[in-house]
């Protein structure tokens, strides 16, 4: 049976494309099918360090670097005039202190023409169809192009780095519930006009909505003098609201006093996007012949941006496994992939859920806490969930609600 690829990768966003540069350094030939035309809109905007390791990993720090991308060294954090400040320099875990802010339209193209010039060709607007995985070694994806032709292509493993599109998940009936209650994002980018002289453009801001806790704001500044700005808010919250989503977003902005602040001259002039219901998971991470990468496996919520680090993290476990399995050798995904991988989302998930029920809100805010204690959740904000010699990586519910009883309420 003749074989178009050794890895099929479905998605050329960060996951697909460090795989897709991994996999060609090993040798194993890779063929990208990629629903849109690069480039395109993404959100998932403000990078966490971690990530910087994972791109060294696969030979893609310099071509980034070499973009002019914002730096981003720390988190600032807003709530009703109060403000407090992360320095990932100061962080518990060793490893980088420094990232990048992206519009994830240019940085994807950039991850993606790099696989390309590892010669991992990419086939762009290839909605994947059917997929079939019934022959042990011969998987079989079917995908329709823009001109409604229809093509099968076979190799021996598929890797679905498709995102919020969840190819394999919804084709193979693996997604399962989210223990998230369900939350709607809208977002833009603007024309920031920031002249407060007191901001810092290497820090993303997540603002708390004054009144309503559970709302929370993101301002992520790039190097050419936009923003990337949102509200993440309950499922049903802007359900009867009037006024078009774009002014719906401003206002909601303007609620919060930080954001007043720096945004009274700002120019609101891209239509905003909405995502609603996005936190997902599986009954499993891989099967016969695949493995699920990043948001296609487990998508939890933006308020610490670990989707594109769960990504390239996933991606950075997998390609070792599919270069053993394509050589014949036996393979554990179960103990070498899915649980190392889980054990970092479990750790974000703590943090996303103490977020939003108050805790590590407290945490965030507390003016006297210990510098150790301060620099452990540092790392995790960072986006080393996977270091398992700090503290806060372990037993994490158990350890923030302990440490949220001795701050004091918001």
């Not at 194993?28 to 690069?38: D, G, S, T």
């Not at 875990?93 to 010669?119: C, I, M, N, S």
């Not at 609620?255 to 996007?273: I, K, N, Q, S, V």
């Amino acid at each position: 049976m003749v074989m178009d690829a050794d890895v099929l990768i479905i998605g050329a966003g960060p996951s697909g494309s460090l795989a897709a540069c991994m996999l060609a350094d090993l040798g194993c030939r890779a063929v990208m099918l990629e629903r849109e035309q690069f480039p395109r809109f993404s959100i998932g905007e403000s990078l966490l360090p971690q990530c910087m390791a994972f791109m060294e990993q696969a030979g893609v720090l310099d071509v980034v670097a070499a973009e002019g991308f914002q730096p981003k060294d720390g988190a600032a954090f807003s709530l009703d005039g109060r403000l407090t400040e992360f320095d990932f320099s100061q962080k518990f875990t060793p490893g980088w202190g420094t990232t990048y802010q992206v519009p994830r339209a240019h940085f994807d193209k950039v991850l993606a023409d790099a696989a390309e010039a590892r010669g991992v060709p990419i086939h762009y607007r290839h909605t994947i169809l059917a997929a079939d995985f019934s022959i042990p070694g011969a998987a079989r994806l079917t995908t329709g192009d823009a001109s409604g032709s229809q093509r099968d292509w076979r190799a021996p493993f598929v890797l679905d780095a498709s995102g919020f599109g969840r190819v394999l998940p919804r084709l193979l009936d693996l997604e399962t519930p989210s223990s998230l209650p369900p939350r709607q994002a809208l977002f833009t980018h603007i024309e920031d006009r920031i002249t407060c002289g007191d901001y810092d453009r290497n820090k993303i801001l997540i603002a708390i909505h004054p009144h309503h806790h559970e709302i929370w704001y993101w301002l992520i500044p790039f190097s050419n003098g936009r923003s990337s700005l949102g509200v993440v808010v309950p499922q049903g919250f802007l359900d009867g609201r009037p006024g078009e989503p774009l002014a719906v977003l401003r206002e909601l902005a303007m609620e919060e006093p930080r954001l007043r602040e720096l945004l009274p001259e700002a120019r609101f002039d891209t239509p905003a996007g909405t995502l609603g219901g996005y936190s997902a998971n599986c009954r499993q991470l891989f099967g016969q012949g695949y493995a699920l990468l990043g948001n296609a496996g487990e998508f939890l919520d933006p308020v610490f941006s670990s989707g594109v680090t769960i990504a390239m993290k996933s991606a950075s476990l997998a390609v070792p496994l599919v270069a053993r399995t394509l050589s014949g050798e036996p393979v554990d995904w179960l103990e070498d992939y899915e649980r190392p991988l889980r054990q970092g989302i479990d750790v974000f998930k703590s943090y996303v859920t103490a977020w939003y029920e108050g805790g590590f809100q407290r945490i965030i805010f507390e003016e006297h806490q210990l510098a150790s204690v301060k620099s452990m959740i540092c790392s995790i904000l960072a986006g080393f969930a996977w270091d398992e010699s700090n503290p806060f990586t372990q037993r994490c519910d158990k350890r923030l609600e302990a440490l949220a009883q001795l701050c004091p309420g918001l």
